[in-house]
């Protein structure tokens, strides 16, 4: 497969030497495997290459774009207007939203994939799993109860830091939370809001939490979501619900 037929930017990364093959295709973004470039120090890495806004699936996007700040005054207006440039803007601020989150979370030790690079729509990152063997999402295993139980437990950590942080991911499901060796490593954050600036950042926290709630209540593995979210809110030191 040529770079070239899976994105221009990817000729611009100075972390991918080859694209190998893809792993996924979501609402938003295709993933590709890649071989990394030698400096790197790995073997591997992720390119997740995201959808113009006028072709991905996950087009509503006003609630996440909340309290996110363009000090251009051209700028806002262009987007207020939904003007060619004002899609380019927000496609752009979609992407950098996902990377700024990534490092951010990494470096407090969320368990997130560690970002290399941001270019153009593409943004390269920590590769889970093996050319033979991506990881997969938590929806595709099969948990025993003890293990239900434990992972379920360190999602919920992993909200919890999140918040302290001052991030809701606002999409979490199992389809984004990759399971490997016993491991979780969560993806997907280009839709995370700042709690401290997006009105609606904890009934998204809510829905997150609903989502982790109904797919391990399946699993015995119950928990009061309603109560959870709310206690995972006050314990991070946001204002009473």
């Known amino acids: 497969m040529e770079a070239e037929k899976v994105s221009p930017s990817i000729e611009n990364s100075n972390c991918i030497a080859r694209v190998l093959c893809r792993v996924s295709s979501g609402k938003e973004a295709d993933v590709y495997c890649c071989q990394a470039c030698d400096h790197l120090g790995v073997e591997l890495v992720a390119a997740k290459v995201f959808r113009p806004l006028e072709t991905r699936g996950f087009r509503n996007d006003a609630v996440y774009r909340q309290g996110?700040?363009?000090?251009?005054?051209?700028?806002?207006?262009?987007?207020?207007?939904?003007?060619?440039?004002?899609r380019s803007v927000q496609f752009n601020m979609w992407v950098s939203s996902e990377y700024e989150t990534l490092q951010l979370l990494h470096a407090e030790g969320a368990r997130v994939p560690a970002p290399c690079e941001s270019v153009g729509d593409t943004i390269v990152m920590e590769y889970i799993g093996s050319r033979d063997r991506p990881a997969p999402t938590l929806n595709r295993v099969r948990l025993s109860d003890r293990d239900a139980a434990r992972v379920c437990r360190e999602i919920l950590e992993q909200v919890s830091l999140w918040l302290s942080c001052g991030r809701v991911h606002a999409d979490l499901s199992p389809?984004?939370?990759?399971?490997?060796?016993?491991?979780?490593?969560?993806?997907?954050?280009?839709?995370?809001?700042?709690?401290?600036?997006?009105p609606a950042a904890f009934s998204l926290l809510l829905r997150d939490v609903e989502r982790i709630a109904g797919y391990f209540g399946r699993l015995n593995a119950r928990f009061d979501a309603p109560d959870t979210a709310r206690r995972i809110w006050s314990d991070a030191g946001y204002p009473g619900i």
């Open 175 to 198: 389809y984004n939370i990759l399971y490997l060796d016993g491991m979780i490593t969560v993806i997907d954050f280009p839709q995370a809001v700042d709690p401290r600036r997006n």
């Open 68 to 86: 996110r700040v363009i000090r251009d005054e051209r700028l806002r207006r262009a987007c207020r207007n939904k003007s060619r440039t004002g």
